[in-house]
């Protein structure tokens, strides 16, 4: 039995070690979403921290700015998702065959 625990807990130790490392990686990559066909463009990175937001010109409209907003948080909200999803990926790929499908890790996902 002590045997069994001790290689558990070697498991656990690679496995901790292993998503460390993955989140550290994601702080590194990138996603990028658009509205508006493209009129706004929200970079982020792996930890859905939002890098940049970059508006075309040709959008700004002192008469409309309640659709220069809903584009801006449109793409916002859709990069964060992309992020979110890149992210899990990213985990899943690093814990696959160490943690039983649809197990939850509280704080990694």
Known sequence: MAKSMGAMMKQAQKLQAKL????????AKEVE????????TVRA???QEILSVKINPE????????MLEDLVLAA???AREKSAEMAEAEMQK???GLIPPGMNMPGFM
Do not use: F, Y
């Not at 460390?20 to 702080?27: R, T």
């Not at 979403?33 to 706004?40: L, Q």
């Open 20 to 27: 460390a490392k993955v989140q550290k990686e994601l702080g």
């Open 76 to 78: 916002i909200q859709q």
């Open 59 to 66: 959008v700004v409209d002192p008469e409309d700015v309640d």
């Open 45 to 47: 990175n792996g930890h």
């Open 33 to 40: 979403a658009t509205s508006g066909g493209g009129m706004v």
């Open 94 to 96: 690093a814990t696959a």
